[in-house]
């Protein structure tokens, strides 16, 4: 039995899963209770090989489909963008333009955080400026799509796909919670295993 959160009454638990387009077999999972708790998941069920995308930005590619998994991890290198997966990390499907949306609405936050370092809001405009210039077609960005499960996507004949290496795999986040438990003494595995 698992507990709800807010009432302790028991959880029902619903799970299944699905062939997607571009995903492949998703587990969805559905959380509730009589209380009214709710929570529901997709999880990305397929491991592929490892995959990173390159695009240039410019205006007239903004439409172009981007599909980034939870394992996905998005570069915008000219702008010092990294969007790494977390434990809470949400698949999304988007364009290129929806990605400079999400980083813009993110610096014009962290430009108001910083209103009182001069230094710190000079950086956050000039990204600014460059997203819009991007935007507007006098500039271009790279934006890189790695995925070390190969879930993620960039759908474009224009996007330069390649095979990770495993080395250069192993150093991405995947957004997964992962216990190593090989320090553990015989004696703390034993009690693990009793519980």
């Not at 230094?119 to 819009?132: A, M, N, Q, S």
């Not at 250069?168 to 519980?195: F, V």
């Amino acid at each position: 039995m698992f507990a709800c959160p807010i009432c302790g009454r028991e959880l029902r638990i619903v799970m299944t899963t699905y062939d997607t387009p571009f995903f492949g077999k998703v587990l969805l999972t559905s959380i509730s209770c009589e209380c009214g708790f709710k929570h529901a998941d997709a999880i990305v069920a397929e491991v592929k090989e490892p995959v990173r995308f390159t695009i240039k930005i410019n205006k007239d590619n903004l439409f172009t489909k981007v599909i980034r998994s939870t394992s996905g991890t998005i570069r915008i290198p000219e702008i010092g963008v990294d969007i790494e997966p977390g434990p809470a990390s949400q698949a999304f499907i988007t364009n290129l333009e929806g990605i400079l949306a999400r980083v813009e609405d993110i610096v014009q936050m962290a430009k108001r955080w910083n209103a009182d370092d001069e230094e710190k809001v000079k950086i956050c405009d000039r990204i600014l400026k460059r997203i819009r210039d991007t935007i507007e077609g006098r500039d271009e960005l790279t934006l890189i799509l790695e995925d070390p499960l190969g879930n993620s996507l960039i759908l474009s004949d224009e996007a330069f796909r390649e095979r990770l290496k495993d080395e250069e795999a192993s150093k991405l986040k995947t957004g997964m919670t992962i216990m190593d438990i090989t320090g553990l003494s015989e004696r703390e595995l034993m009690e693990l295993d009793k519980s």
